[in-house]
T-cell receptor, first 112, second 112 residues
Framework: DAEITQSPRHKITETGRQVTLACHQTWNHNNMFWYRQDLGHGLRLIHY???????NKGEVSDGYSVSRSNTEDLPLTLESAASSQTSVYFC???????????FGPGTRLTVL | GEDVEQSLFLSVREGDSSVINCTYTDSSSTYLYWYKQEPGAGLQLLTY?????DMKQDQRLTVLLNKKDKHLSLRIADTQTGDSAIYFC????????????FGGGTRLMVKP
């Protein structure tokens, strides 16, 4: 069955370290998204991509970067992790306009 | 930017109906969604409604849309303990490239 996976599921890191969170989908969806979920804020969009080599900044992109070298993967990199980036991160994918976004299981990141 | 608001918490008794409300500000919203998030999991699409509809029913779920007041509601009939979760309202406009704006989520607690 097609699916969307995230790894790792849990990560603890130290301030200043570079961290990469993986997202992989097997639906061949063009659209991929990264969100962070924090209490009181719901889900906020970090970066998104509409296809290979396409990346765009979302609402809360500072301190994060993404790259899209193939259809299946959109890794999210924290260049220099900060405690404010402690959060639960969700990846999602969709096809076309208005299409349902399918979410991964999430990665819980703690920055000490 | 555009805003989506939800109340934080709702508690109901098993067998009662639950009504979760959402307001949004984007007058160009085209698609409105309800997502469910169970503990430790990603978001799952429950139902959606196009902006040219007033109501949509799907088994125990009824979605009502009042475009004039920019108000969306989700009614769950015969609420069960398995319905306990966080429910997110989200919206997107046709020209928004499938980017979703989420509300902060409503935590539904169902008491036996």
């Amino acid at each position: 069955d097609a699916e969307i996976t995230q790894s790792p599921r849990h990560k603890i890191t130290e301030t200043g370290r570079q961290v990469t969170l993986a997202c992989h989908q097997t639906w061949n969806h063009n659209n991929m998204f990264w969100y962070r979920q924090d209490l009181g804020h719901g889900l906020r969009l970090i970066h998104y991509s509409y296809g290979v080599q396409d990346t765009n900044k979302g609402e809360v992109s500072d301190g994060y970067s993404v790259s899209r070298s193939n259809t299946e993967d959109l890794p999210l990199t924290l260049e220099s992790a900060a405690s404010s980036q402690t959060s639960v991160y969700f990846c999602a994918s969709s096809v076309g306009q208005g299409g349902e976004q399918f979410f991964g299981p999430g990665t819980r990141l703690t920055v000490l | 930017g555009e805003d989506v608001e939800q109340s934080l918490f709702l508690s109901v008794r098993e067998g009662d109906s639950s009504v979760i409300n959402c307001t949004y500000t984007d007058s160009s919203s085209t698609y409105l969604y309800w997502y469910k998030q169970e503990p430790g999991a990603g978001l799952q699409l429950l139902t959606y409604i196009f902006s040219n509809m007033d109501m949509k029913q799907d088994q125990r779920l009824t979605v009502l849309l009042n475009k004039k007041d920019k108000h969306l509601s989700l009614r769950i009939a015969d609420t069960q303990t398995g319905d306990s979760a966080i429910y997110f309202c989200a919206e997107t406009a046709y020209n928004a490239g499938n980017m979703l704006t989420f509300g902060g989520g409503t935590r539904l607690m169902v008491k036996p």
